[in-house]
């Protein structure tokens, strides 16, 4: 076998070249996951050179590095925030005030692996939700967005699979095997949560799932940049940085969306768009209550015991822990949380150590909503007299005390007939599917987009819109 | 199905209400059984809502006791209304979880008392379970998809097989050390590594990480015995299913006996059923027990037998028996002596057993004298201190007798009562002494009072169905003692009296100590272990002092314990 350098090929701040166990680790694992990222990463494109974004290094100069590469020689890299304070203390839980973990506590040792395992799940399982996109991408714009989410989730990947290698031993080497073979949407080996088996299957969903699921993604990884475990902590602080592109993709893919909606609207004065092969507000809508239920379900059940545990042993924090001004303790303090009783929604005082869950659940609505609110801006601009809202938290739940129950979108509880009988005039309807479905066409001629959403406003990395950013 | 909270669930409840453990499918709240063909599914699909006791929710399939006490409804009834059944095949209905144990929120509020009779009778259900499967070839197979832990996984080891799920998700586990700081309470340290021979430093491992094991390495170190894709895993439980059926000695053809409801009437100070009278002397905490023999004619053929169904005298004085035994020990906390004695006549009760030896092949009568031997195992294990008090009237022989042998000590009369026309009382053996009705410890309850004799037990069978007058039981060592008329009250009274004085835990343990000598098997392993160390986990600050385990868990907070081993 030919000697490959590691240290090269895999850029990093985590001294790989003197970390012998790390390497033959890394050694093992690299040409299977290569593999998994032929065979189940972007499907026809791999060949071709895509104008992507590298992080060589953590400073300001190598985080974002751009070039035209080919997506299996992308250097996917392993990054640590920098370590900018030397005497770092736990912010939170029982060991609040002592010195931050190096190593794995071994008490700690299998819920913080349970923690790694089921964040680095996420990461290739929306590679796989997404591998056949590029072939009715909007544009070339769009499919290196693509791209560049993609190549950036593989790269989280491999910032989870360092943590279980470089600290948990044999199990965690086999564990980075398993990431590489549960696969999104297999019965017989599905990705951990319920949201990454679902399909994505056109782009109206991709932009929803990137806006409100990669957000989901944004909270778990800030409360675990809160860890007392500093690794972990640091880890997530550094893919943060990388997951607000993934986000700002979702914004305005949507907001594109929109806009190309609302510019027919004023142009033919009409509402329905679709016969200019646009997509009409109140399917955005539907979209909106779907993406965003499904997503609220990746916070898990409203009061939680593992989450009360994680907060006291200091593993996983809440959201910004450290502005927050409280105790950071939680022993005593309530939380309000909606619960339904007797067939009511109601506000219900709970510990607030119980309801950490439902906190950072919270924290995630108050920010899905200032982009419903920016989306709302260009409808209002445009004259147009339609809202965007986010359905009820309790709409449409899979998990948590709401499951089961069925709510509308505004919040009120419903027999299931009612549910039954409007359900497609809350969540898309196969025909609203079958209708997106219709749209999607590959649009490859660099500056022109798809019928249905409008162009951006600027390039990437300043480029000009008609830039090649896929050469094909 | 019983939904009442009681006093002995929980210490802050004020209200006294009796925990019923006469339920039926159509009243079950959790579990969905289905018969179809030879194959029962008996699916765990658990109500949150519909708890025993207050200030819990039954969450993700986890189980109070009235989950269990339709189990233990749902076998019993397989047993006796199913016979066509030669398999069961125990599964979820909740799609993530197959079961999470007993609730932890139920635990960390019930009295320690509760604790370990729910314990005790959660046991009692998994013998159950692993006795349909030896005696009347019930086979068992247990289906997990989702997570197993704990109690939920302890119900699996008592199947006869587990098959796993092989979805990435699918995990055995238990974590009740590691989680709870207690031990897994129904028998699941044993079973792991008596009955299924898992490997004892991988059961220790396994045992102390709360994720459990799932997929290829749960195979290898034999936690379940295959493990199939999720795509082919109802085709393979079905298959399966199949198969243990198909080896199954069970009848395809014949008729279940229907378990009509018991009829039950609770007074005050007493208990009336059909067989059975319990008075109730609270100022001496004793029950006594008048259990009444055939009352009829026999019946004389084994269609008669079929036709009689539960109202066939060996199975209604049984199940009665069996209500009675768990009425008093959930809900009569305090009455510490059973007193057992019976009116009818000898000859009847020996015709009774001949009847049964007559037609033991038949799966009804095998599966009555099954369901006898596990009464009374229920009997041996139950914290009360038993005594026998054979009085002229009285009926002990053969199957009856065995409360004699069961006592911690018998009384017999010698001679008559002062103006009582009665002669006196006899006692007789039958077949059912000499190996039909086993103690937990494997042994009869004869062997195990002549472990000193080798020979004593031959010499007693010799003397099958003879009369036996209070000299002779006393020589041949079937009784304590043979008080006359002028002493015989003092004499149980002064014992009765003397035990209501002791301490109630000390008794337990000595009785406990002292009832199964000889050999163990896994069965009194596991009971002896729970009284052993769980009982005493369950009472140490570590798992329910302020911040125990125990009682922090669910709150975030974390248990702090005294690092001293003991």
């Known amino acids: ?472 | 199905m019983p939904t009442a909270a009681t006093d002995t669930l929980s210490a802050d409840a004020d209200e006294a209400r009796v925990i019923d453990f006469r339920t039926a499918p159509d009243r079950y709240h959790h579990w969905d059984l289905r018969i179809d063909g030879r194959i029962a599914w008996l699916g765990l699909d658990v109500d949150e809502q519909a708890t025993i006791g207050e200030g819990y929710e039954l969450k993700l399939n986890s189980y109070d006791l009235g989950v269990d006490i339709e189990l233990h409804d749902a076998i019993q009834r397989l047993r006796f209304e199913h016979p066509e059944v030669g398999c069961v095949v125990v599964h979820s209905k909740n799609e993530r979880v197959f079961c999470a144990g007993a609730n932890i929120k139920m635990l960390g509020r019930a009295t320690h008392a509760h604790k370990v009779n729910f314990c005790k009778f959660t046991n009692e259900t998994r013998n159950g379970i692993e006795d349909a499967s030896a005696g009347s070839g019930l086979g068992f197979l247990c289906a997990v998809k989702g997570s197993c832990a704990g109690g939920g996984y302890e119900l699996a080891l008592a199947c006869d097989e587990i098959i796993l799920a092989d979805d990435g998700a699918s995990a055995v586990s238990l974590p009740e050390l590691p989680l709870l700081a207690v031990l897994p309470g129904t028998g699941g340290l044993t079973r792991l590594v008596d009955k299924r021979h898992v490997r004892r430093d991988r059961a220790d491992f396994f045992c102390t990480i709360e994720e459990g094991i799932r997929g290829k390495r749960a195979l290898d170190w034999r936690l379940v015995d295959s493990i199939v894709p999720s795509s082919a895993f109802d085709a393979a439980i079905a298959a399966r299913a199949g198969e243990l059926a198909a080896a199954s000695d069970r009848p395809a053809d014949a008729t279940g006996v229907a378990l009509t409801p018991l009829a039950r009437r609770i007074e005050a100070d007493a208990l009336h059923y059909d067989h059975l009278d319990i008075r109730l002397d609270r100022a001496t905490r004793l029950a006594t027990f008048t259990l009444r023999g055939p009352l009829d004619e026999l019946p004389g053929s084994l269609d008669e037998i079929l036709a009689q169904g539960a109202a066939f005298w060996p199975l209604a004085l049984m199940r009665e028996l069996d209500d009675a035994i768990l009425h008093l020990r959930f809900n009569e906390e305090e009455i510490g002596t059973w007193m057992f004695k019976s009116e009818g006549d000898v000859a009847r009760v020996l015709a009774a057993d001949a009847l049964l030896e007559a037609h033991a092949e038949n799966w009804f009568v095998r599966e009555v004298c099954l369901f006898a031997q596990r009464v009374l195992k229920r009997i041996d294990v139950s914290a009360r201190t038993l005594v026998a008090a054979v009085e002229p009237g009285s009926c002990f022989a053969g199957t009856l007798l065995e409360l004699v042998l069961a006592a911690d000590q018998s009384f017999m009369l010698d001679g008559g009562f002062e103006d009582d026309e009665r002669p006196p009382a006899d006692i007789a053996l039958s077949a059912a002494n000499f190996g039909r009705l086993r103690m937990v410890n494997g042994l009869t309850r004869l062997e195990a009072r002549s472990l000193d004799d080798p020979g004593a037990v031959a010499r007693l069978e010799a003397l099958r169905t003879e009369p036996l007058d209070a000299a002779r039981a006393e020589e041949l060592g079937l009784v304590t003692f043979i008080p006359d008329d002028i002493d015989w009250e003092d004499e149980l009274r002064i014992l009765v009296e003397a035990r209501a004085g002791f301490s109630p835990d000390a008794l337990s343990g000595l009785e406990a100590n002292i009832r199964f000598p000889g050999p163990e098997t896994m069965e009194s392993k596991i009971f002896a272990r729970l009284s052993a160390w769980q009982n005493w986990i369950f009472q140490r600050p570590n798992a329910v002092g302020e911040k125990g385990a125990l009682v922090l868990y669910g709150t975030g907070e974390r248990p702090q314990y005294d690092k001293r081993r003991v």
């Open chain 1, 1 to 472: 076998m030919a000697q490959v350098d590691y240290s090269e090929l895999i850029p990093n701040n985590v001294d790989l070249a003197s970390d012998r166990r790390l390497k033959r680790a890394l050694e093992a694992w690299h040409p299977k996951f290569m593999d998994w990222w032929c065979n189940y990463g972007p499907d026809q494109y791999q060949d071709k050179a895509v104008y992507l974004r590298t992080a060589v290094s953590v400073d300001k100069d190598g985080w974002a590095q751009f070039d035209h590469v080919r997506m299996p020689d992308y250097r996917w890299g392993i990054f640590l925030a920098e370590n900018n304070r030397d005497e770092k203390t736990i912010n939170f839980g029982e060991h609040k005030g002592e010195p931050v973990w190096q190593e794995v506590p071994g008490e700690y040792r299998g819920p913080l692996r349970r923690l790694i395992v089921t964040q680095g799940d996420t990461e290739p399982a929306s590679v796989e939700q997404q591998r056949i996109l590029a072939a009715t991408a909007p544009s070339l714009y769009d499919m290196r967005n693509l791209f560049q989410v993609n190549v950036e989730e593989a790269r989280h990947l491999w910032a989870m699979v360092y943590l279980l290698m470089a600290h948990f031993g044999r199990d965690g080497r086999e564990e980075a095997e398993e990431l590489l073979e549960r696969r999104s949407g297999d019965p017989d080996k599905p990705r951990i949560l319920g949201a990454f088996n679902e399909r994505t299957p056109d782009w109206l969903s991709f932009y929803m799932f990137t806006y409100f699921t990669d957000r989901d993604g944004k909270y778990q990884l800030a409360s675990l940049a809160e860890s007392a475990f500093d690794p972990l902590a640091r880890t997530c602080q550094f893919m943060l940085t990388e997951e607000a592109h993934h986000m700002f993709v979702g914004e305005t893919g949507v907001a594109r969306v929109i806009q190309r909606a609302c510019d027919l609207m004023r142009e033919h004065r009409t509402d329905d768009v679709r016969k200019f092969g646009a997509i009409d507000l109140p399917t955005i809508q539907k979209y909106v209550n779907f993406h965003f239920s499904v997503s609220e379900d990746l916070f898990g059940a409203e009061q939680s015991t593992n989450a009360a545990n994680y907060f006291t042993q200091g593993l996983k924090g809440r959201y910004m822990e450290a502005r927050i001004k409280d105790d950071h303790l939680l022993k005593d303090s309530p939380y309000s949380v909606t619960d339904l009783v007797d067939g009511e929604l109601r506000q219900q005082e709970v510990p607030a150590l119980t309801a950490i869950n439902e906190r950072l659940r919270d924290d995630y609505i108050a920010d899905c909503q200032r982009g419903v609110d920016r989306w709302n801006k260009l409808i209002k601009e445009a004259g147009i007299d339609f809202e965007i809202t986010l359905p009820h938290r309790a709409f449409h739940r899979q998990i948590g005390v709401f499951s089961g129950a069925h709510v509308t979108p505004q919040g009120k509880v419903v027999d299931a007939a009612t549910w039954a009988a409007r359900e497609y005039d809350w969540l898309p309807s196969p025909a609203d599917h079958e209708y997106v479905q219709s749209l999607m066409q590959q649009v490859t001629e660099p500056g022109r987009f798809a019928s249905w959403i409008a162009q951006p406003r600027i390039g990437i990395n300043n480029q000009p819109i008609e830039f090649p950013y896929v050469k094909l």
